[in-house]
C-alpha cells in the first residue's frame, strides 16, 4: 500500500508538471487534456469554465492576448489522498511573464481523478488570489483565524 502511494502521489505530481509543460508551450490542447472531459474550471477573478472543450478554448484565447509569454509556476504543497482514485493537491503559484521571477502569490486546489485507462486527471480546479495583507490583519484581529491555532 506505501508503494502504491508513492507511486500515486508521482503521477498526480506528474500530471501537475504535464499541466505546467503545456503551459509553457502555450499548447491549449495539452493543457485540456489534463482535465476530465466534463472538468470544473474556476479562475481566481471567478469565472467559472465547464469541460475539456471550454478549457481549451479559453486558454486558446488567454494565451492569444492577456497571458501571450507568460510562465506557470505551480509548488505543490500537499496531496492528499481520500481513496485509491480521488487526490486534492494545493498548492502556491502564479503566472509569470517572461523570465521574471515574482512572489507565488495564488492558492491552487486540484481535485484529481484516476480515469479507467489508469492516467490521473484533473477533474476540478479552483484558483484563489491571495491576500496577505488582509490574512495578517485578520490574524492580528482574531488570531483564532490562523490555521493550526485551535
Do not use: C
Not at 70 to 77: A, K, M, P, Q, S
Amino acid at each position: 500500500m506505501v508503494g502504491e502511494r508513492i507511486d500515486d502521489r508521482r503521477a498526480v505530481e506528474a500530471t501537475i508538471d504535464a499541466l505546467r509543460q503545456a503551459w509553457a508551450r502555450h499548447d491549449h490542447q495539452a493543457y485540456a487534456d489534463q482535465f476530465t472531459i466534463d472538468a470544473t474550471y474556476v479562475t481566481w477573478v471567478g469565472t467559472r469554465y465547464q469541460g475539456r472543450t471550454d478549457i481549451a478554448g479559453s486558454h486558446r484565447e488567454l494565451w492569444s492576448r492577456f497571458l501571450k509569454g507568460t510562465t506557470l509556476v505551480d509548488e505543490i504543497t500537499d496531496v492528499r489522498f481520500l481513496g485509491p482514485d480521488t487526490a486534492v493537491v494545493t498548492s502556491r503559484g502564479d503566472v509569470l511573464k517572461g523570465n521574471r521571477a515574482g512572489r507565488l502569490g495564488k492558492v491552487q486546489t486540484y481535485v484529481l481523478v484516476r480515469d479507467p485507462d489508469t492516467r490521473w486527471r484533473i477533474a476540478a480546479f479552483q484558483n484563489t488570489k491571495h491576500k496577505a495583507l488582509a490574512e495578517a490583519v485578520s490574524f492580528r484581529v482574531a488570531p483564532g483565524l490562523r490555521p493550526g491555532s485551535q
